[in-house]
């Protein structure tokens, strides 16, 4: 059976980043206070949680992000971070799902 792996990411506050990880109901955050630039945490926060949790980011079965209120850019990093890992993991983020599509490069070396 699959482990239930439930990611939480929180920018909303300019000063505090908040990573929660979640696995099989055993929950665990991190936190990250600066006076600049904390939503630039969120990944490196995740790794360590990873790291603690001893299991692969491509375990993550959920991703949810706060939407606010709170700061205009904090939050706007925040969705693109849980947006970005949802498309790219195939899971829900905020309860939906981010259709899988093939992206056509042309005939350019990306494809």
């Known amino acids: 059976m699959k482990k239930s792996c439930k990611l939480t990411i929180d920018t909303s ?3 505090e980043t908040i990573v929660t990880l979640e ?3 055993i929950r665990r955050e991190k936190i990250f206070a ?3 630039h904390t ?3 969120v990944l490196p926060l995740l790794e ?4 603690e949790f001893k299991i692969s980011i ?3 079965t959920d991703i949810r992000v706060h939407t606010g ?5 904090g939050l706007r990093v925040g969705a693109s971070i849980g947006n970005t890992l949802g498309w790219l993991l195939n899971v829900p983020v905020n ?3 981010t259709p899988v599509t093939k992206l056509d490069y042309g005939n350019d070396h990306w494809g």
């Open 13 to 15: 506050k300019t000063d």
């Open 39 to 41: 939503s630039q945490k």
């Open 34 to 36: 600066s006076n600049v």
């Open 69 to 73: 209120p709170g700061s205009f850019t």
């Open 48 to 51: 360590e949680l990873c790291h």
């Open 95 to 97: 309860g939906k799902k």
């Open 58 to 60: 491509r375990e993550i």
């Open 23 to 25: 696995v099989d109901g």
